[in-house]
């Protein structure tokens, strides 16, 4: 099973939202079970004050099912170092490298970043919010970095596009 890192939810939300310190207080991060790619919900100039190595790439995506939208194509960043940190020890993470989210700029959806199930392929995962006074994410991680890559990757018109976005660990066969 490996180190389990335990991950506090923010009480105001009715889903999992985790509250991400960064200097100037918290990001609200929605994990989102049913989302296949990562999204930043603002501008690249907000991602960058937020995440200054953040780099674009060169992968477009479509995104939709935010209140009824349509399909919309976005651009894909990289956030080349994320990490969950365990609510109690600080040292216990689960560490993401090359977080690839795709940025839009023109909607509120309530969330700074949505994290997508398919970021959790390699780990376990448990959300505990019933019968709790203090709603966790209980994470099964190991002590180990994980990757995050483009998958289902189509050019279209000189365009790479994904369809969805995975983590891998190094070295691992089942990738």
């Known amino acids: 099973m490996g180190s389990v890192i335990d991950v506090r939810l923010d009480t105001n939300f009715v889903r999992p939202v985790i509250p991400y310190p960064i200097a100037e207080g918290t990001l609200d991060v929605l994990v989102d079970t049913g989302a296949f790619k990562p999204v930043w919900n603002g501008s690249s100039d907000t991602l960058l004050v937020y995440f200054p190595d953040a780099e674009i790439t060169e992968y477009k ?21 994320f990490e969950l940190t365990d609510s109690i020890d600080q040292r216990k993470g689960y560490r993401i490298k090359n977080l690839l989210v795709a940025v839009i700029d023109d909607m509120d959806l309530g969330f700074n970043l949505i994290l997508s199930a398919t970021l959790f392929k390699k780990v376990n995962y448990t959300i505990a919010n019933r019968d709790t006074n203090a709603p966790h994410m209980l994470i099964e991680c190991g002590d180990r970095e994980y990757y995050c890559i483009a998958d289902g990757v189509k050019e279209l018109n000189d365009v790479n596009y994904i369809s969805r976005v995975t983590t891998f660990i190094q070295g691992d066969d089942n990738a």
Do not use: L, Q
């Open 61 to 81: 995506t479509t995104v939709s099912g935010f209140g009824g939208s349509s399909k919309s194509i976005r651009e894909v960043w990289k956030i080349p170092h």
